[in-house]
């Protein structure tokens, strides 16, 4: 399977994905620009996102 970071994702498919958008891999050689990046691994869940969503608002509000 072809591996792409997301900048390269977003421009071969014409999309504006965010990080939060999908689950990254460690860092891999991205097919589509040949650097050393985080490729995508799959699309995220809604459940994923809004765990995400509130470790962010966790981590921001323990370190006020």
């Not at 072809?2 to 504006?16: I, V, Y």
Request: net charge positive; aromatic share 4%; proline share 3%.
């Amino acid at each position: 399977m072809a591996e792409f970071c997301l900048d390269c994702w977003n421009k071969m498919n014409h999309t504006r994905l965010a990080e939060e958008d999908v689950i990254l891999s460690e860092p891999d050689l991205c097919e589509g620009c040949a650097e050393i990046r985080p490729t995508i691994v799959r699309y995220s869940t809604r459940r994923e996102k809004s765990k995400a969503r509130r470790r962010e608002k966790r981590q921001s509000s323990g370190s006020s």
